[in-house]
């Protein structure tokens, strides 16, 4: 983006000591490094739970009937399974909302059940239950007797009431923020409102997971676990705390997603049109029996979830549930016209259509940067037409970018012909986006979402008290975005053992970072590397005289910090231990900061 207004330096923080009792807990348990004994002790949150954390694999799952109305809603779908009563899941166009759209449209059917999905359109009917996608659905599919949201829906009042009249019953499951009053839907499912100790972070598509899992109770030949990949890329692309049930279902989704006979064969075919491989290079066992290797969290966020993503962003959301959709090994059921889709066409036209959207954000963004915008406050606020470039399915992605820019909260909005808009915001440090829009109701045709992030539409003629208002939300609190945290000042050397103990702290997520270090390094030599000549390539040397390593480093981004750099001077460096994603048998530094020492 353009110059932002206010660049903050980093200011790097040391963690805090680890409780006592936890390292204890963790030395006499695991042959594991000190140093990553120490930064495991910070994030498990007690003594007790250190077993659960390192064995997440074994671990079971939680109890499915501690979540809100989870009994009712299973109830209510068994009785429509056995009827043979229309079922409609209406999904959401995003990855979560696809992956609980494919999952439950997969279960419902191998139970029998007469059940059809739909997923609204981004651009035309909006996110959720709006009127629109309501007619769309009904003109469309069968009446459904019964009608179950994923994903979406929790303020979704009126709606839930118009449907209720028309002699349809809903069930509302979802995991956004809770309102004030809730849906008059038979059961509310939503990890917020209640949920078992641990799982109340979970997406949409785990918690569709969940009550599946009671659904499927008594029942011979189907086990819910078979889809813990789909959910494994949710919880992933919703950016979720990766601890509690989460962890538990990401470390057994990544594993299934790692083989390629149990898999989503869709996943499976994504990831080869994007030449990832999904097996990591190490090897595990479970109860003496071999396992497939676990991939890597970034791997899936930056290399699948953008292409499942950007169906939507350019109309073409059925690209996405069409090849999440088909028949994976061990299902029975018939898949109608999805099972006989070319999985591997499908997964190209995914890759194809992520080049898209990628230029059409970049169209978006040169437009945005011509308006060198100025903060309203603590608040950015970028707007135009469609014809301008503002289009529904890249709003989110800019306003991304420009709050990483400005390090503030930021707002991109499309201003439509009768003078509504719609709009995403995301938000930094201790502002909360939600609460901010809540601040603006009144404004608003509806809105949702998390504190980092969330999406409105507002009423026409609305804008300008959009703008006047909404900054006000943002005038109290302060962006810790300048903040970073390092996990430990290294003094030894960093060598194979120390970094396949790290791999012990895998999967890396929001909530469980991959961990940064603090070392002192002699610079022998600083490359600028890329197409573009923006990154850096560091060949380093220890200070330290019993380590006679050189370290392989790269620093994104950051070629015009190394101008005044010279071989042999000393920097104390930020950086994080990771395998190199091509020759996945080195290890490599990646640079967060680097400070030139005297």
């Known amino acids: 983006m353009s110059a932002p207004a206010r660049t ?32 495991a002790a910070r994030r498990i949150p007690s003594a007790g739970e250190v077993s659960a954390w390192f064995n997440a694999l074994r671990e079971p799952l939680c109890n499915p009937l501690e979540l809100h109305d989870v009994a009712i809603a299973a109830q209510r779908i068994r009785q429509a399974i056995e009827r043979k009563e229309p079922i409609t899941i209406f999904g959401d166009y995003d990855t979560d909302g696809i992956t609980a759209t494919t999952l439950m449209v ?68 979802d995991h956004h923020v809770v309102p004030e009053v809730l849906p008059p839907a038979l059961a509310v499912v939503n990890p917020r409102i209640q949920a078992p100790k641990g799982a109340e972070g979970m997406c949409g598509c785990a918690t569709a997971f969940t009550l599946m899992r009671v659904v499927l109770e008594g029942m011979k030949g189907i086990d819910a676990r078979a889809f813990l990949d789909l959910v494994a890329v949710a919880t ?22 790692a083989d390629p006979e149990r898999g989503n064969p869709g996943l499976a075919a994504l990831a080869k049109a994007q030449k990832l491989d999904l097996r990591h290079q190490r090897s595990k066992t479970l109860n003496g029996l071999s396992l497939p290797p676990l991939p890597p969290v970034d791997t899936i966020a930056f290399g699948l979830v953008p292409c499942i993503n950007a169906a939507s962003r350019i109309g073409r ?25 070319d999985c ?69 909005c499309c201003i439509k012909p009768d003078g509504s808009a719609s709009g995403s915001m995301r938000s930094k440090g201790s502002w909360h986006a939600v609460e901010a829009l809540d601040t603006i109701a009144d404004l608003c045709e509806h809105y949702g979402g998390h504190a980092a992030a969330a999406g409105f539409a507002l ?53 469980n970072p991959r961990p940064c270090f603090a070392k002192h390094f ?46 042999g001077m000393r920097l104390r460096l930020f ?11 080195e290890w490599k530094l990646y640079i967060e900061d680097a400070i030139p020492v005297p």
């Open 8 to 39: 903050p330096s980093i200011h790097w923080q040391a963690a805090p000591t680890p409780p006592q009792a936890v390292l204890e807990a963790i030395l006499a348990t695991q042959t594991i490094h000190p140093a990553v004994a120490r930064i």
């Open 106 to 173: 997969q279960i419902l059917t191998q139970c029998g059940a007469n059940v059809k999905p739909f997923i609204p359109d981004r651009e035309t009917e909006g996110y959720g239950l709006t009127p629109k996608a309501i007619e769309r659905c009904l003109a469309q599919l069968p009446f459904p007797k019964l009608l179950i949201t994923v994903d979406c829906g929790i303020s979704s009042v009126a709606e839930v009431a118009d449907l209720n009249a028309r002699g349809i019953e809903v069930i509302v499951t």
């Open 236 to 257: 992933i692309a919703d950016v979720m705390t990766l601890s509690g049930e989460n962890r538990s279902l990401v470390t057994k989704g990544l594993w299934i997603l």
């Open 317 to 341: 959301c059925d690209l996405a549930y069409d090849l999440l959709n088909v028949k994976r090994s061990g299902m029975e059921c018939k898949r109608g016209e999805a099972e006989t889709i």
């Open 344 to 412: 591997s066409c499908a997964a190209l036209a995914l890759v194809e259509a992520n080049k898209e959207r990628r230029l059409i954000e970049q169209r978006l963004r040169e437009v945005v940067e011509a308006q060198q915008l100025q903060p309203r406050g603590n608040l950015v606020i970028a707007a135009g037409t469609r014809e301008e470039g503002f289009e529904s399915g890249v709003l989110g992605i800019v306003a991304a970018r420009l709050s990483d820019a400005y390090h503030l909260p930021a707002v991109v």
């Open 459 to 511: 009423k026409p003629g609305a804008f300008e008290a959009f703008c006047e208002r909404l900054p006000q939300a943002f005038s109290e609190g302060g962006n810790e975005a300048d903040v970073k945290v390092y996990e430990e000042d290294l003094a030894e050397a960093i060598d194979e053992l120390f970094c396949k103990d790290l791999e012990k702290l895998e999967p890396f997520g929001t909530g």
């Open 522 to 567: 002699m610079l022998k030599e600083a490359k600028v590397i890329g197409a573009d000549k923006t990154h850096l390539r560091l060949s380093l040397g220890s200070v330290s005289t019993s380590d006679r390593r050189t370290y392989e480093a790269f620093w994104f981004g950051a070629a015009h910090r190394a101008a005044s750099w010279t071989p």
């Open 575 to 585: 950086f994080t231990v990771a395998r190199d994603k091509l020759r996945m048998g």
